[in-house]
C-alpha cells in the first residue's frame, strides 16, 4: 500500500516508515566555516525573500503535527542566528498535540540564550564540538571560539536541558586522535558524546571514502572501555547506534551515573530501514533524504495561500515517494546539490 494512510492518518512511506521526527532549518548561515562542511569564504546565502517567516514555519510544523509528527529538531546553518528563535521555540510549544523539540547548535551564543530557550520549550539539545583543543578548534572551524562553545554547553547543562548529545565529526589529520579524550570529557561532564561519519554532503565536494573515518575505526579506538550496545534508541529509530559506557579510563568520576557514546555511521552502517525524519529547508523546501535529488516545494503553495488540505496531501505524496536508503554507497551515487548546511543536519 505504497503511500497509503494508516488507520489515524499518519505519513507512511512505500516501506512501511513512518514519519515522526521534523527537521527544520532556520537559516543557511552559520558563524563557522568548518572545513568538512563549508568553504572560507562562506557560500551563496539563500535570499531573505525566499526564507520562511515564523509565521510560514509555525503553520507548516502544525500541520506535519497534524499527520502525526511528534518530535521537531531546529537546525541548520546555524539556527542561534535565527533573531526569534525563543519565540519560534514558544510557538511550536503550543501547539497539539505538543512535539518534542530539540536544537542541534555550534553552541555560539549558547551562553547568553539557554535560559531563555528552555523558559520558551525547549526538551533537550545537541551541541557540536570537535574538539577541546584551541588552535586545533580555530584550524578546524577558521574562527576562534571554543571558549564560547564550551561555555554555551555548560549554560544549556545549567539550564536543565537534558540529555545534553555533543557531536563530533571525526577527521583523518585532524581530530581524530582526539576522540578518546571528547568521550572523557563528556562522561565527566554527564553528556553523551556522540562522533559522526563524515558524508558526502559537503559543499566543496571533497568528501572521499577513503579519507573517511569508518564507525570501526572510531569503535577501536575506545578499547580501553566497556561499551554494550543498546541499539537506535527506545524505538530504533535514532541515528546514532548508542552504547552504555559501564568502565573505563577515569570511571571513579562517572560511574555513578554511567555514559553513553553514539556512533553515527551513516556511510558504513546505514539506518535507512528505520528512518522515521523529514527535512523542512529554511526556505521551504521538504526533502525526505538528505541525499534526495528532489524536492517539494511548500513555500509557494503556502503562499499561494492553499489550503491546510493541499498542502497535507502535497506532504502525503512526497514521503509516499521517499526512497528506500540514501543510496550513498551505490555505483551511481551522485551527492545532492544542495550542501548539509542548506539543507539542516
Ligand atoms: N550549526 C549547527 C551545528 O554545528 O550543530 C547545526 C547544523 S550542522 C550542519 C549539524 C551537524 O552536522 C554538526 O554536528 C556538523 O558537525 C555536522 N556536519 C556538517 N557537515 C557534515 C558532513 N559533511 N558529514 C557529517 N556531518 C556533518
Same mark, same amino acid.
Given at each position: %500500500?505504497?503511500?497509503?494512510?494508516?488507520?489515524?492518518?499518519?505519513?507512511?512511506?512505500?516501506?512501511?516508515?513512518?514519519?515522526?521526527?521534523?527537521?527544520?532549518?532556520?537559516?543557511? !548561515?552559520?558563524?563557522?566555516?568548518? @572545513?568538512?562542511? %563549508?568553504?572560507?569564504?562562506?557560500?551563496?546565502?539563500?535570499? !531573505?525573500?525566499?526564507?520562511?517567516?515564523?509565521?510560514?514555519?509555525?503553520?507548516?510544523?502544525?500541520?506535519?503535527?497534524? *499527520?502525526?509528527?511528534?518530535?521537531?529538531?531546529? /537546525?541548520?546553518?546555524?539556527?542561534?542566528? #535565527?533573531?526569534?528563535?525563543?519565540?519560534?521555540?514558544?510557538?511550536?510549544?503550543?501547539?497539539?498535540?505538543?512535539?518534542?523539540?530539540?536544537?542541534?547548535?555550534?553552541?555560539?551564543?549558547?551562553?547568553?540564550?539557554?535560559?531563555?530557550?528552555? #523558559?520558551?520549550?525547549?526538551?533537550?539539545?545537541?551541541?557540536?564540538?570537535?574538539?577541546?583543543?584551541?588552535?586545533?578548534?580555530?584550524?578546524? /572551524?577558521?574562527?576562534?571560539?571554543?571558549?564560547?562553545?564550551?561555555?554555551?554547553? $555548560?549554560?544549556?547543562?545549567?539550564?536543565?536541558?537534558?540529555?545534553?548529545?555533543?557531536?563530533?565529526?571525526?577527521?583523518?589529520?585532524?581530530?581524530?586522535?582526539?576522540?578518546?579524550?571528547? =568521550?572523557?570529557?563528556?562522561?565527566?561532564?554527564?553528556?553523551?558524546?556522540?562522533?559522526?561519519?563524515?558524508?558526502?554532503?559537503?559543499?566543496?565536494?571533497?568528501?572521499?571514502?577513503?579519507?573517511?573515518? @569508518?564507525?570501526?575505526? %572510531? =569503535?577501536?579506538?575506545?578499547?580501553?572501555?566497556?561499551?554494550?550496545?543498546?541499539?537506535? +534508541?527506545?524505538?530504533?529509530?535514532?541515528?546514532?547506534?548508542?552504547?552504555?559506557? =559501564?568502565?573505563?579510563?577515569?570511571?571513579?568520576?562517572?560511574?555513578?551515573?554511567?555514559?553513553?557514546?553514539?556512533?553515527?555511521?551513516?556511510? /558504513?552502517?546505514?539506518?535507512?530501514?528505520?528512518?522515521?525524519?523529514?527535512? *523542512?529547508?529554511?526556505? +521551504?523546501?521538504?526533502?525526505?533524504?538528505?541525499?534526495?535529488?528532489?524536492?517539494?516545494?511548500?513555500? +509557494?503553495?503556502?503562499?499561494?495561500?492553499?489550503?491546510?488540505? !493541499?498542502?497535507?496531501?502535497?506532504?502525503?505524496?512526497?514521503?509516499?515517494? !521517499?526512497?528506500?536508503? #540514501? +543510496?550513498?554507497?551505490?555505483?551511481?551515487?551522485?551527492?545532492?546539490?544542495?550542501? %548539509?548546511? $542548506?539543507?539542516?543536519?
Amino acid at each position: %500500500m505504497p503511500g497509503s494512510l494508516v488507520g489515524d492518518g499518519l505519513l507512511v512511506d512505500a516501506f512501511g516508515r513512518v514519519a515522526r521526527d521534523l527537521r527544520i532549518s532556520l537559516t543557511d !548561515k552559520c558563524s563557522l566555516r568548518c @572545513t568538512y562542511c %563549508m568553504p572560507a569564504e562562506g557560500l551563496p546565502w539563500l535570499r !531573505k525573500a525566499d526564507l520562511l517567516t515564523d509565521d510560514e514555519i509555525v503553520r507548516l510544523a502544525d500541520i506535519f503535527i497534524g *499527520l502525526g509528527v511528534t518530535s521537531i529538531r531546529l /537546525t541548520g546553518g546555524e539556527p542561534l542566528l #535565527h533573531p526569534t528563535l525563543p519565540a519560534v521555540i514558544s510557538r511550536l510549544a503550543s501547539l497539539r498535540p505538543r512535539p518534542e523539540l530539540s536544537l542541534t547548535t555550534n553552541g555560539i551564543g549558547l551562553v547568553r540564550t539557554a535560559r531563555d530557550l528552555a #523558559h520558551a520549550g525547549l526538551n533537550r539539545l545537541n551541541v557540536s564540538v570537535d574538539t577541546l583543543d584551541s588552535q586545533r578548534f580555530r584550524e578546524l /572551524t577558521r574562527r576562534d571560539r571554543l571558549r564560547d562553545v564550551l561555555a554555551g554547553v $555548560a549554560a544549556a547543562a545549567a539550564a536543565g536541558l537534558r540529555p545534553i548529545k555533543v557531536n563530533a565529526v571525526l577527521m583523518r589529520g585532524s581530530n581524530l586522535d582526539e576522540a578518546p579524550a571528547l =568521550l572523557g570529557w563528556a562522561l565527566r561532564h554527564g553528556y553523551e558524546m556522540r562522533f559522526i561519519e563524515h558524508m558526502p554532503l559537503d559543499a566543496q565536494h571533497a568528501w572521499s571514502r577513503d579519507a573517511m573515518v @569508518t564507525a570501526d575505526e %572510531m =569503535l577501536a579506538m575506545f578499547g580501553d572501555y566497556t561499551l554494550r550496545p543498546i541499539g537506535h +534508541g527506545a524505538d530504533g529509530s535514532a541515528p546514532a547506534e548508542e552504547f552504555e559506557v =559501564l568502565d573505563g579510563p577515569g570511571a571513579a568520576e562517572w560511574a555513578a551515573r554511567p555514559g553513553r557514546l553514539g556512533v553515527i555511521a551513516s556511510v /558504513t552502517r546505514p539506518f535507512c530501514r528505520d528512518c522515521d525524519r523529514l527535512r *523542512l529547508t529554511a526556505d +521551504g523546501q521538504l526533502r525526505t533524504c538528505l541525499f534526495a535529488q528532489s524536492e517539494t516545494d511548500l513555500r +509557494g503553495p503556502l503562499r499561494a495561500d492553499d489550503t491546510e488540505a !493541499k498542502l497535507s496531501n502535497l506532504i502525503r505524496t512526497a514521503v509516499a515517494g !521517499k526512497q528506500a536508503g #540514501h +543510496g550513498i554507497n551505490a555505483a551511481d551515487f551522485v551527492q545532492p546539490a544542495r550542501p %548539509m548546511s $542548506a539543507i539542516g543536519g
